[in-house]
């Protein structure tokens, strides 16, 4: 099997503050996602990211924020095994991203011989 | 006469092990068969002994003083082994008479940690392990670890010789590891514990006194190690907890005939609560630092299962805490239990959605859980999964068990 990454993408929702009830809901609905994918043996690593960020550029110049010039921000990843990337499309299927709006995008991972 | 005959059983389940490993720490691991002869003979001179002039007063000490008597003849005819051996015991004298044999009650413990350190290596094959293990730090005859493996006398002793010639290849001592190693050492050991226990808790064996010794030779392993400043690690007691907790339905989960009884077929006034307290009180004293293992989590999913409470929070609970395990380390049994949680905390054709995605074709297991899911959905598919699973079932048990599950499928 092969490794690739789900990046899971969406716009920003403001000032969006969840209640407890509601974290709890996600935090659910990510687990049962990736428990899902670990049952199947197929899980890898996964992370979420916070919502501080700064970015550097060429000049050296640095904002603030992951989503100074861009619509959509980056809320996490996980990488997945699969025979091939239709196989890891198919596991990000139910992936709760979906419902919040967003989108998740598949990559295969290169492996590099050094 | 007839008391002897029972304490000799018991006194060699309790000393052999202590004598053999002070004795190995002494003589060096790679003279361990001359170890476990000296304390064999003296098990043999006491049946003789005592059945002849009556127990002594302290038989316990009177193994020490015959096994120390013993190793010093030894070491005194055998001039070969004298020089080569010597040398080796760290000791500065050079006589016989002088070497100590260290039958304290310190050394012994300390030599059985050391022991279980050097058994548990990862160079020596797991079921050797096991094995050894049973042989070296329970006591077990050939026969009893023979039966517990469903195996003959022929391959355990090959298997012990085999694990043997490893420690001399290795020349493996009986130190404590270093500190750079210690956890990964640590680990090993645990593994074997774990796996010492499942042996017992989930065998196919039908002798259930043998079983259940088993369990509670792992416990007691266990527990030693939660004794010893070095080696009492929160990993330590969240495996003493999850081996209290799943111990605390061994008189429920099979009847009279010895055929199981599945967990939710099971009477809870069965359910021994002095283990399941002793397992919480193991369960908050693993609850320590940073570092959630494996151990930790099944720990936490066994106190859920002895919660008798039949609500959805529970199932809840013990879903996500399958949704973590199988993060830290799939297995095809984590893989089925987190199906049938999510089939209790949520619903069932969400869970059998999720199984027809495992794969697990080749386990008769796979399809139990599947027929057991559509019993309520689709009755006919149930029944086609059982007949899978009971053609797919290795041992007479588990297909007799899924025969009456079958047959209580009424159309």
């Known amino acids: ?114 | 006469m007839e008391h002897t005959e029972l304490l000799i059983p018991h006194l060699f389940r309790t000393e052999f092990r202590k004598i053999v490993s002070v004795l190995s720490k002494l003589f060096g691991l790679a003279y361990i068969e001359i170890a476990e002869d000296i304390t064999s003979d003296t098990f043999l001179l006491a049946a003789e002994t005592w059945g002849k002039k009556g127990l002594p007063e302290n038989p316990t000490a009177w193994l020490y003083t015959v096994a120390k008597n013993k190793t010093k003849d030894y070491l005194k005819r055998n001039q070969l082994f004298n020089k080569k051996i010597v040398e080796e015991i760290k000791y500065t004298s050079t006589s016989v008479e002088e070497i100590e044999i260290d039958l304290s009650n310190k050394n012994i413990i300390d030599s059985q940690l050391q022991m279980m350190f050097a058994i548990c290596h990862p160079s020596i094959p797991i079921e050797a392990q096991i094995g050894f293990s049973l042989r070296i730090l329970c006591g077990f005859g050939i026969d009893e670890i023979a039966d517990a493996f469903l195996s003959n006398k022929e391959t355990i002793n090959k298997r012990l010789f085999r694990a043997k010639e490893k420690l001399r290849e290795e020349k493996l001592n009986m130190e404590w590891p270093t500190i750079n190693e210690f956890d990964k050492r640590c680990q090993a050991v645990l593994t074997t514990l774990y796996l010492l226990f499942n042996e017992g808790y989930y065998s196919a064996s039908q002798n259930r006194s043998l079983r259940k010794d088993l369990c509670v030779e792992a416990m007691r392993l266990t527990y030693s190690l939660t004794e010893n400043e070095k080696t009492n690690t929160p990993n330590v007691n969240a495996l003493l907890a999850l081996m209290c907790f799943h111990s605390s339905r061994f008189e429920a989960r099979t009847n009279y005939e010895g055929e199981m009884i599945l967990y939710h077929e099971q009477d809870e006034m069965l359910w021994n609560k002095e283990l399941i307290q002793k397992g919480e009180l193991y369960l908050h004293k693993s609850a320590v630092g940073n570092n959630i293992t494996k151990f930790h989590i099944e720990a936490a999913i066994a106190y859920w299962h002895t919660q008798t409470n039949k609500n959805k929070e529970k199932w809840e609970k013990i879903l996500q805490l399958y949704n973590v395990l199988l993060q830290i380390e799939y297995s095809p049994m984590a893989a089925l239990n987190r199906t049938y949680a999510l089939a209790k905390a949520d619903n069932y054709e969400k869970a059998i959605n999720e199984a027809l995605k495992l794969k697990l074709e080749n386990n008769h297991l796979y399809f139990a859980l599947l027929g057991e899911l559509y019993v309520k959905i689709d009755k006919q598919k149930a029944m086609e999964n059982f007949a899978i699973a009971i053609e797919k079932a290795k041992t007479l048990q588990d297909k007799a068990l899924l025969k009456k599950k079958l047959a209580e499928i009424t159309l």
């Not at chain 1, 000032?15 to 043996?41: L, V, Y």
Request: charged share 25%; hydrophobic share 40%; glycine share 12%.
């Open chain 1, 1 to 114: 099997m092969k490794e690739f990454m789900m990046i899971f993408r969406m716009a920003p929702i403001g000032d969006f503050q969840p209640t407890p009830e509601q974290m709890q809901e996600s935090i659910k609905q990510w687990q049962d996602w990736i428990g899902g994918i670990a049952a199947q043996g197929k899980f890898g690593s996964t992370n979420q990211l916070g919502f501080t960020g700064k970015t550097l550029k060429a000049d050296g110049v640095i904002t603030d924020g992951p989503y100074a010039e861009v619509k959509e921000i980056v809320g996490g990843y996980i990488i997945v095994k699969a025979d091939d990337i239709d196989d890891a499309v198919k596991l990000a299927n139910g992936c709760p991203i979906l419902f919040m709006g967003g989108h998740v995008e598949v990559r295969d991972i290169m492996q590099i011989d050094l």
